[in-house]
């Protein structure tokens, strides 16, 4: 859990935007974020919109 983002409000925002969207939980990485594997997952992110 983000003691300072609270999931849930990453999850309110996400069912509230009409795009395209997906969400990563890293349960245990608390602020941090997803780290090293998150930072693949935004690299394969770039790289299917630019080439």
């Given at each position: 859990?983000?003691?300072?983002?609270?999931?849930?409000?990453?999850?309110?925002a996400?069912?509230?935007?009409?795009?395209?969207?997906?969400?990563?939980?890293?349960?245990?990485?608390?602020?941090?974020?997803?780290?090293?594997?998150?930072?693949?997952?935004?690299?394969?992110?770039?790289?299917?919109?630019?080439?």
């Amino acid at each position: 859990m983000d003691p300072i983002c609270p999931p849930s409000t990453c999850f309110t925002a996400c069912h509230h935007h009409a795009g395209n969207k997906s969400v990563e939980v890293y349960p245990f990485n608390s602020h941090e974020g997803g780290g090293h594997p998150h930072q693949r997952l935004q690299l394969d992110f770039v790289r299917e919109r630019i080439g």
